[in-house]
């Protein structure tokens, strides 16, 4: 832990750490284009100089490629580091376009936010600016060359971090390009994190390109939805348009960096043609309506079928706030199942693989980071959860073992294909981690015996030595579903339906397959998404999206997080159809504004089936979720 003195500020930092580092964490900025936490230093853009004044090394020096030590007196205002900074920044102004007034990456460049607190503004030199031809490199990543300063951060990343061959850097000297050896679309499924790793503007989402600046966005802190592991990101919007997601920095979770999957998925949020007004037989109506219809049905029902004729399902994309309700509306609604899953092997899978997790350790992405030993069992990492595979490729190259129980999938790493867990060397591992899945049955069973045969005992938190289990689940709110279907004695629909008793449904952001909607007479859906259940329902209520309201979700392994409003509902003002902007009518709401969350439009159905009026969702052993901080890196829930 060496001590050293920044500025007249006294420092002490962890042992490996730089100078940069130190001076970070004591709040002194120090300009730097091509050091990044994630990926280490470079030393390439020089524009992070110090002046050291006193201890081991003297002079000007690269803060980014120097270890703190013992001793040392840093200044970052010293006239002679002042100048370096400066004299770098006009060096690679001397290419760089001057045109942040008109430039896409205006307001949110790292190079115009240096530029302008080293003091640059006049161009002194005269001559011609390096100009290079851009490449097409796919319909989501705009490239933008001129804009490069050679910091090596895309490449550092594409390659390294995440295991691309198709992107890399060429040339030399004067005339360094980075892009594609010729035109075509990025292969890695993390491409989009150039974005946001190119500290100017060579690399821009094409969707958001010239949408807004940056003090225009509607923003807030936000989890994304497309798979189980609970990735942080900012949404950005817009006029009721979602423009653009870029990754949040979650530590435990993921990190610095999100997949392309969660990164270009604006396109269903967008979607004109999502149920934006409430529906009764094919007809529009208001949200009244709508819930008056809905509860004069379940009445019908009842007296036509008897009471428990009526299924509640949810989901496990249903966000915990709505999910938490589904019982109570199973109480109000007399129904005669309370589901939260639809298919029952879908189900008894999830549910066998939260049980796992119940009795054990969860890993987090970070333990899978830092793990010596992983098993991949019964799983694709890179199409059910890809940031799980990028995790596991970090483990890699610090030298853990990746073994594959089985074959047919690839994998960002190295890896040993071995027959069975039991020819994995776990026993010498020091830090473990076990991946396994829920789209087939194996993957849950084979970990479920393999505990049970090493370890018979093993209870609640007690596995052996540290192995940790990740399960892929299928939803952003699995784990939530499974949790209250295991507390609640929910079923499956299939084997609700199996008896024939349940003529009515109400499913709540569920999709519900064909086949298990013959024989029900009724079916109402709360949802936001154009589904085939949407399409098949005689009642429709439209329900935000997850960026238009505040929820929580609990990912993988069992970690509530909370997700901000971004934007309101409403149907976008740019886009396909009629334009929408200026207004030519005069309404309180935007067009398609009314969605309200889901467990709004629940807590509504309850009240008017004579329940108690709601106006907290989290409640009884949630309420502790209440105050959950967006921004924090989540809590645990309890039973882990
Ligand atoms: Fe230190 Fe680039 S940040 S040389």
Same mark, same amino acid.
């Given at each position: 832990?060496?001590?050293? &003195? ?5 420092? @002490? ?44 090394? %003297? ?48 307001? @949110? ?15 002194r030199y005269t001559g011609k600016k390096r100009t290079h031809v851009n490449q097409y490199i796919g319909p989501d990543i705009e490239h933008e060359m001129n804009r490069c300063i050679q910091c090596y951060r895309c490449v550092r990343f594409y390659q390294e971090y995440a295991g691309g061959c198709d992107f890399g850097v060429m040339g030399s000297a004067g005339r360094v390009y980075y892009g ?31 949408? !807004? ?9 936000? #989890? ?8 942080? +990101? /900012?949404?950005?919007?817009? $006029? ?14 993921? *990190?610095?960096? +999100? ?5 270009? !998925? ?25 819930? @008056? ?46 589901? $939260? ?85 776990? !026993? ?12 087939? $049955? ?11 045969? #090493? ?12 192995? %940790? ?33 349940? =003529? *009515? +449904?109400?499913?709540? @952001? ?20 154009? /589904? ?31 997700? =901000? %409003? ?7 003002? %740019? ?29 509504? &159905? ?17 309420? $502790? ?16």
């Open positions: 832990m060496p001590k050293l &003195i920044i500025d007249d500020i006294a420092v @002490e930092v962890a042992d490996g750490s730089t100078v940069l580092e130190a001076a970070q964490s004591v709040d002194i900025p120090i300009p730097h284009f091509c050091w990044h936490p994630a990926l280490g230093k470079a030393g390439a853009c020089r524009v992070c100089a110090v002046k050291m004044l006193e201890g081991p090394v %003297k002079g000007i020096q690269m803060s980014c490629m120097l270890p703190a030590q013992e001793g040392m007196v840093v200044s970052t205002t010293d006239p002679e580091a002042v100048a370096m900074r400066r004299n770098v920044i006009e060096w690679l102004m001397i290419n760089h376009p001057h045109d942040c007034p008109v430039c896409d990456e205006g307001g @949110e460049c790292q190079l115009q936010d240096f530029t302008i607190a080293g003091g640059h503004g006049i161009r594609r050896f010729q035109d075509g679309r990025l292969e890695s499924p993390f491409s989009g994190n150039l974005v946001d790793i190119c500290p100017t503007g060579v690399f821009t989402d094409k969707r958001a390109r010239f949408r !807004a600046r940056y003090w225009d966005y509607d923003m807030a802190p936000s #989890i994304c939805p497309h798979c189980s592991l609970g990735c942080n +990101i /900012t949404p950005v919007a817009r $006029y009721r348009e979602l423009l653009k997601i870029v990754a949040r920095r979650n530590d435990p979770v993921n *990190g610095w960096f +999100i997949c392309d999957r969660g990164r270009f !998925a604006n396109d269903e949020v967008n979607e004109r043609q999502r149920p934006r007004s409430p529906e009764v037989d094919g007809r529009e109506t208001t949200y009244d309506e709508a819930l @008056e219809a809905l509860l004069l049905r379940v009445g019908e029902a009842e007296e036509l079928y008897g009471p428990g004729s009526m299924a509640i399902v949810g989901s496990s994309r249903l966000a915990l706030e709505a999910a938490a309700l589904l019982p109570q509306l199973a109480q109000s609604s007399a129904a005669g199942a309370l589901c $939260y899953f639809t298919l029952q092997a879908e189900g008894d899978r999830t549910l066998a693989a939260y049980e796992l997790l119940s009795a054990g350790k969860s890993a987090s992405l970070n333990d899978v980071r830092e793990s010596d030993c992983i098993v991949i069992l019964d799983c694709d990492p890179l199409q059910d959860a890809p940031m799980m595979a990028l995790a596991l490729r970090q483990a890699w190259r610090s030298g853990a073992g990746v073994y594959l129980v089985g074959g047919g999938i690839e994998l960002p790493c190295e890896f040993t294909r071995v027959a069975t867990l039991d020819a994995v060397p776990l !026993a010498e591992a020091k830090r473990s981690v076990i991946i396994y899945g829920t789209k087939g $049955y194996n993957g849950v069973t084979t970990v479920a015996s393999w505990l049970t045969g #090493i370890a018979p005992n093993f209870t609640k938190g007690g596995l052996p030595g540290n192995l %940790k289990l990740a399960c892929l689940f299928p939803g952003p709110n699995s784990f939530a579903a499974a949790l209250l279907s295991r507390e609640h004695g929910a079923v499956s629909l299939e084997e609700a339906l199996a008896d024939g008793g349940i =003529k *009515g +449904i109400i499913a709540v @952001e569920a999709d519900i397959p064909e086949q298990l909607l013959e024989g029900v007479r009724f079916v109402a859906v709360l949802d936001w998404r154009k /589904t085939a259940t949407v399409q098949a329902a005689q009642i429709v209520i439209p329900t935000t999206a997850w960026v238009e309201m505040d929820g929580t979700y609990i990912n993988n392994e069992g970690r509530s997080q909370r997700f =901000k %409003k971004v934007m309101n509902p409403g149907v976008p003002v %740019k886009g396909e159809g009629p334009p929408l902007h200026p207004p030519h009518i005069h309404r309180s709401v935007a067009p398609g504004g009314e969605a309200r969350p889901a467990w709004q439009v629940v807590a509504g &159905i309850i009240e008017g089936l004579g329940g108690e009026r709601i106006t907290e969702p989290l409640s009884g052993q949630w309420e $502790y979720l209440r105050e959950l901080d967006a921004e924090s890196r989540g809590v645990m829930i309890n039973d882990l």
